[in-house]
């Protein structure tokens, strides 16, 4: 991402969304426990925890698209781009970042078709619950709006490097991870742990 | 309904576009649109928004941040080179010694992580050290690495079980059961392969050292306990049937942290980097399942089943010879792909094909599930080899290739028990849900 306020203010509002949907899953995870204890103990049933499980499973999904894509961890089958010259390299990472957009940008238009309809017909669930379908859905929306922009920000930046004949720098921002940069993204902290404890061992062998 | 041809043409523009480097959902739904535009009209391509909403509006599909933020917590519980340590205790006696340990640290590890990057990684850097000193034949220690972290989806409670099991409306309590007696006999063969090794070439393996004291052994024994306890918990309530597998999957969680508390390393902090991994991994599966949902829709719209079915009724295939035509699609199509691309962009075509040959849903599901371990660890593009390369930090990519092909051979060895012996996956659910 280009460094700028913007990117900044994204990256900042995504990790705040990825931190709360995260002790949410706790919560939810902690009541459904309960739930499953009362039920057996004593037959008693918190109604709607699937149906709130649901809505959480939607809301989760919608809102860790961004923080992936920010992190670059969307798959793609860098197979035979990664064998091309740098500069057709560039135009082909460029080109995923415009589709993705685009992609974004056309579930976002008929998403709103289901959330507004949800809103003028005052739909609720078939369920005990009977919740209004417009409060998950205006949360789960929420989610692909902030995913949308952050697609349409990149590709747009991605284009502008391709534009501007910064093949080496759209490369790196818009490529695949590196080797190096996966193994951070998906075990950088755990491996840090194991490394200090590795270092423990050795000073505590030596002395 | 449209012809084989036509959708063998969007198949082959699907691959095209994965190719070229598109994201894997951006690929699967341009085929879906066209597929929908083309045959469909605009009702069909406006039908994304719903398809968008219902596919994720899913209990069932909660279980995948779930059992990833259980695998996170306990990931981060420090307790990896512990574990190792106490396995080393009871399966040194083996020839071949530390390299079974390999294969058992991996297979648990890689059993309560959504991640084979992150078990690769992890492994071979508890691992790697302790081999410096022992002259082991480091392709033999590569190999077995590699061979263990490929072992996770297919011993419960593994991702690509629910992906499938989500895709193909098949149960993912029933899949789990399944999954159970292969990855053990799949982990009996690696050791085998291990056994086989050092019986017949002694001079690959290291120097053993003498067992731990007994009471030493025990005390370390705990260690083990923390995967085992969740996996018996999780497990056991879905057998039992107490819990369905999304609440099992959340009981997981709560009882990881805890066992995050013993080994001091429950904090705010971990926890926020636990909720990232977690979100990171959920998301980069369900875009692209949201979309093979919305793809298979529009399949389902346009007659592919149907279609598919009339063409393996037409060549009069057995269930044996499709599974092993499909085999051996699958191991080229592994040598390119990484797992989820592999089950998520074939499944759809796929699976009505095995439906018409009258295989098993639940039976395919493992074998969809070896298919990938398989394709996790052949080269080229294996990514667990290229990470384990990555933290060696020394030698040649081309020692862990060379290490990892006697458990190919192996896998292959396993894909063909399995073709012939359909029992071995479908007897455990069969008794324990009837």
Known sequence: MPENLFSRALTRLVDTLVIIVGWWLVALSLLTC??????????????????????????????????????????????????????????????????????????????????SESIEFQSR???????????????????????????????????????????????????????????????GEVLEQVRQQNALKEAGAQS | ??????????????????????????????????????????????AVGNELWAANEDYVLLSIPLYILLGEILVRSGTTDKMYKSLADWLNFLPGGLLHTNIGASALFSAVSGSSVATAATISTVALPTFKTRKYDQRMVLGSIAAGASLGNLIPPGIAFLIYGAMTNTSAGRLYAAGIVPGALMTLLFMGTIIGMALYRPKLMGTKEAPAPLREKLGRLRHLLAPLVIFGVVMGCIYTGWATVTESAALGVVVALPIAWLYGQLSVRMMHEAFRATLRLTAMSLLILTMAFYLNFVLGLLGVTQSLAGVVQSLHVSAVQLLWVLAVFYLLLGIFFETLPMLVGTVPLVFPLTVAAGIDPVFF?????????????????????YVIQGV???????????????????????????????????????????
């Open chain 2, 392 to 434: 060696r930090g020394e030698g040649t990519i081309k020692e862990v290739f060379q290490g990892t092909i006697p458990f190919f051979l192996t896998m292959i060895v396993m894909t063909a028990i399995l073709i012939h012996f359909p029992e071995i996956a479908l007897w455990l659910p069969r008794i324990s849900f009837g």
């Open chain 1, 125 to 187: 669930a078939t369920t005990p619950l009977q919740t209004p379908m417009w409060i998950p859905q205006s949360i789960w929306f929420f989610g692909w709006i902030v995913f949308a922009v952050a697609c349409v920000y990149l590709a747009g930046h991605s284009l502008l490097l391709l534009v501007k004949g910064k093949h080496e720098a759209l490369n790196k921002a818009y490529g695949p991870q590196t080797l190096e940069e996966e193994i951070e993204s998906e075990a």
């Open chain 2, 365 to 385: 599901g493992v074998f969809m599930v070896l298919m990938c371990e398989i394709s996790l660890i052949s080269p080229p593009v294996g990514m667990t080899l």
């Open chain 2, 1 to 46: 309904m449209i012809g084989p041809i036509e959708i063998g043409i969007g198949f082959l523009i699907m691959m095209g576009l994965m190719f070229l480097g598109l994201h894997v959902a951006t690929t699967m739904f341009v085929t879906a649109i066209i597929g929908s535009a083309l045959y469909l009209g605009m009702p069909a391509v406006n």
């Open chain 1, 34 to 115: 309960v739930e499953m204890v009362t039920r057996k103990v004593f037959s008693f049933s918190l109604q709607g925890i699937d149906e709130v499980g649901g809505y959480t499973l939607a809301v989760s999904a919608a809102i860790g698209y961004s923080y992936t894509l920010i992190t670059r961890g969307h798959t793609r089958i860098d197979f035979m781009v990664g064998k091309l010259p740098f500069k057709a390299r560039a135009v082909f990472n460029c080109l995923a970042m415009v589709t993705l957009a685009a992609m974004a940008l056309f579930c976002i238009s008929r998403a709103w078709v289901v959330l």
